[in-house]
C-alpha cells in the first residue's frame, strides 16, 4: 500500500517573509540577503513549519511499518469529572518496538501546530436511531468535550425529533437529550433520514445511517466513532493524517478467517460524489451487507489502515477464555500486559457476546458464567472489565439520568 506523503492543505497557509535588515551582515554584500540558518530558526512560522513537517514524517513512517504506532497521550480517565471507577494505568516509557519509538512523544509538536489548524474543518460524528443510541452519543461527546478534544462535534439524528418542545408540549427524553448535547457539550445538530434495508439482520438494518457522515461536506474530514464505545484519549492526531479517502482499523479479532477493516471508528474524507457512488452499491447490495461489508468491499484495497491497539481495543480482549491475544498482539510471542494496553488505547468498544451491551441488564448468573476470571491470585483483568461496565453505568446516570 501506498501512501501520499505530500502535507496536508493546512500548512500552505504558512508563507515565508523576508527577515528585517537587521538581520543581514554588515557587508552589504548581496548574500547578506540570504537568510542563515540560524536567523532562519529564528523565525516562529518556520520553526512551526518544521515541526509539522517533521511530525507528519513520522505519521507517515508509523502507518508504513503499521505495526506498532504511539499518537500524542491526552487525558485517559474514563468517567465523569468526579470519579473513575478504573484503576489508573501505570506510568511507564512508549513501546519501542517497531515505528512506535519515532512518534511516541510528538505532542508538543502537535501541540505547537494546533493554534494554526482550523479544527472547524473537522468532526467527530455520531449517528443516532433510537434512545438508547441517543444517551449513548451524547455520553460519548461529553467524553470529547471534557477531554478538551479540539474538532467540531456533530450528531445525525431522526428528522422527526426536536430539540425544542413547544410551550405546553411534553417533553419527551429525545429533546431533552439533544438539548443537552446542542446546549451542554457544544454538539451540532443535524437532522437526517434514517437509512435503513428491511431485509437481513435487525440489529444492523438501520447501519447504514453511518454512511451519511461521508456527505456532511461543510467539513473536510470526519471521523465516526460508534456510540457503543468509549473514548479514553482525544483522537484529534488522526484528522491530521496524510490524504486518504478512507482510513480504518483493522477488525483484528476476525483476522485468522477475514482480512477485514472495522468501521467501528472510520476516517473520511467529505465527498458528494464518493458518497453518491457508495450510495449506488448499498441500493444494489443484499440484505445481509451492511455498512462494514460495504466499506470491506469497496476500500480494502485502498483505505489507510489504522493500527487498531489504539484505535479499535475490544472489551472482549479482557475476557479471553483461553488467554489467546495472538490476534491483538499480532503474535504468539507477543507479551500481553492488560494494564499498558489500556494505557495506550484510546479507543474501546463494548464488544462480549453473550453479554449484553453495557445499557442492558446481564443476570449475574450469565456474568458469572461469561465473564472474565481470576487467574490464580491475579484479578487484573477481570477488575479492568468490571471496571469498564461500571463506569459506563455510572456516566449514563451522570450524563442521561438513565439507569441500567
Same mark, same amino acid.
Given at each position: 500500500?501506498?501512501?501520499?506523503?505530500?502535507?496536508?492543505?493546512?500548512?500552505?497557509?504558512?508563507?515565508?517573509?523576508?527577515?528585517?535588515?537587521?538581520?543581514?551582515?554588515?557587508?552589504?554584500?548581496?548574500? $547578506?540577503?540570504?537568510?542563515?540558518?540560524?536567523?532562519?530558526?529564528?523565525?516562529?512560522?518556520?520553526?512551526?513549519?518544521?515541526?509539522?513537517?517533521?511530525?507528519?514524517?513520522?505519521?507517515?513512517?508509523?502507518?508504513?511499518?503499521?505495526?506498532?504506532?504511539?499518537?500524542?497521550?491526552?487525558?485517559?480517565?474514563?468517567?465523569?469529572? #468526579? %470519579?473513575?471507577?478504573?484503576?489508573?494505568?501505570?506510568?511507564?516509557?512508549?513501546?519501542?518496538?517497531?515505528?512506535?519509538?519515532?512518534?511516541?512523544?510528538? #505532542?508538543?509538536?502537535?501541540?505547537?501546530?494546533?493554534?494554526?489548524?482550523?479544527? %472547524?474543518?473537522?468532526?467527530?460524528?455520531? !449517528?443516532?436511531?433510537?434512545?438508547? !443510541?441517543?444517551?449513548? #452519543?451524547?455520553?460519548?461527546?461529553?467524553?470529547?468535550? @471534557?477531554?478538551?478534544?479540539?474538532s467540531d462535534r456533530l450528531m445525525m439524528y431522526p428528522q422527526g425529533w426536536n430539540?425544542?418542545?413547544?410551550?405546553?408540549?411534553?417533553?419527551?427524553?429525545?429533546?431533552?437529550?439533544?438539548?443537552?448535547? @446542542?446546549?451542554?457539550? &457544544?454538539?451540532?445538530?443535524?437532522?437526517?433520514?434514517?437509512? %435503513?434495508?428491511?431485509?437481513?439482520?435487525?440489529?444492523?438494518?438501520?447501519?447504514?445511517?453511518?454512511?451519511?457522515?461521508?456527505?456532511?461536506?461543510?467539513? +473536510?474530514?470526519?471521523?465516526?466513532?460508534?456510540?457503543? %464505545?468509549?473514548?479514553?484519549?482525544?483522537?484529534?492526531?488522526?484528522?491530521?493524517?496524510?490524504?486518504?479517502?478512507?482510513?480504518?482499523?483493522?477488525?483484528?479479532?476476525?483476522? &485468522?478467517?477475514?482480512?477485514?477493516?472495522?468501521?467501528?471508528?472510520?476516517?473520511?474524507?467529505?465527498?458528494?460524489?464518493?458518497?453518491?457512488?457508495v450510495m449506488r452499491v448499498v441500493e444494489s447490495s443484499s440484505g445481509g451487507k !451492511?455498512?462494514?461489508?460495504?466499506?470491506?468491499?469497496?476500500?480494502?484495497?485502498?483505505?489507510?489502515?489504522?493500527?487498531?491497539?489504539?484505535?479499535?481495543?475490544?472489551?472482549?480482549?479482557?475476557?479471553?477464555?483461553?488467554?489467546?491475544?495472538?490476534?491483538?498482539?499480532? $503474535?504468539?510471542?507477543?507479551?500481553?500486559?492488560?494494564?499498558?494496553?489500556?494505557?495506550?488505547?484510546?479507543?474501546?468498544?463494548?464488544? +462480549?457476546?453473550?453479554?449484553?451491551?453495557?445499557?442492558?441488564?446481564? #443476570?449475574?448468573? &450469565?456474568l458469572d458464567a461469561n465473564g472474565p476470571k481470576c487467574d490464580g491470585d491475579n484479578?487484573?483483568?477481570?477488575?479492568?472489565?468490571?471496571?469498564?461496565?461500571?463506569?459506563?453505568? &455510572?456516566?449514563?446516570?451522570?450524563?442521561?439520568?438513565?439507569?441500567?
Open positions: 500500500m501506498q501512501i501520499s506523503l505530500s502535507l496536508p492543505a493546512m500548512f500552505k497557509q504558512f508563507r515565508y517573509s523576508p527577515l528585517g535588515a537587521d538581520t543581514a551582515t554588515a557587508n552589504g554584500d548581496a548574500s $547578506s540577503n540570504r537568510l542563515s540558518i540560524k536567523a532562519a530558526w529564528g523565525s516562529k512560522r518556520i520553526r512551526v513549519v518544521a515541526l509539522a513537517t517533521v511530525l507528519l514524517l513520522f505519521v507517515a513512517i508509523g502507518v508504513y511499518f503499521h505495526d506498532r504506532i504511539t499518537l500524542p497521550a491526552y487525558a485517559s480517565s474514563l468517567s465523569s469529572p #468526579s %470519579s473513575s471507577s478504573l484503576p489508573s494505568p501505570p506510568s511507564s516509557p512508549p513501546p519501542t518496538t517497531g515505528a512506535g519509538h519515532l512518534v511516541s512523544s510528538n #505532542s508538543d509538536i502537535l501541540n505547537e501546530v494546533a493554534p494554526s489548524v482550523d479544527w %472547524s474543518r473537522f468532526a467527530y460524528v455520531q !449517528y443516532v436511531t433510537n434512545l438508547p !443510541y441517543l444517551c449513548n #452519543s451524547v455520553m460519548l461527546f461529553a467524553i470529547l468535550d @471534557r477531554l478538551g478534544c479540539r430539540p425544542d418542545t413547544s410551550e405546553g408540549q411534553k417533553e419527551n427524553d429525545e429533546s431533552r437529550l439533544l438539548r443537552i448535547a @446542542r446546549d451542554k457539550y &457544544k454538539v451540532k445538530l443535524q437532522p437526517i433520514h434514517v437509512q %435503513s434495508k428491511a431485509a437481513g439482520d435487525p440489529t444492523w438494518a438501520e447501519s447504514y445511517t453511518k454512511l451519511l457522515a461521508m456527505n456532511q461536506t461543510r467539513y +473536510d474530514r470526519v471521523l465516526s466513532l460508534d456510540s457503543d %464505545s468509549t473514548v479514553l484519549q482525544c483522537l484529534d492526531e488522526l484528522f491530521l493524517l496524510p490524504p486518504a479517502p478512507v482510513a480504518m482499523p483493522r477488525a483484528y479479532w476476525r483476522w &485468522k478467517e477475514h482480512y477485514e477493516l472495522s468501521s467501528q471508528l472510520l476516517l473520511v474524507e467529505t465527498n458528494a460524489t464518493e458518497f453518491d457512488r !451492511y455498512d462494514m461489508d460495504i466499506l470491506n468491499d469497496m476500500y480494502l484495497a485502498s483505505a489507510m489502515v489504522l493500527p487498531h491497539r489504539e484505535y479499535d481495543l475490544l472489551t472482549g480482549e479482557f475476557n479471553h477464555c483461553p488467554k489467546d491475544h495472538t490476534n491483538f498482539l499480532g $503474535s504468539n510471542e507477543a507479551v500481553w500486559d492488560p494494564k499498558k494496553i489500556l494505557a495506550d488505547a484510546k479507543f474501546l468498544h463494548f464488544s +462480549d457476546w453473550p453479554i449484553p451491551k453495557p445499557w442492558i441488564s446481564a #443476570s449475574q448468573r &450469565k484479578c487484573v483483568e477481570r477488575d479492568i472489565w468490571y471496571g469498564f461496565y461500571d463506569d459506563f453505568k &455510572k456516566r449514563r446516570k451522570d450524563v442521561c439520568n438513565f439507569d441500567v
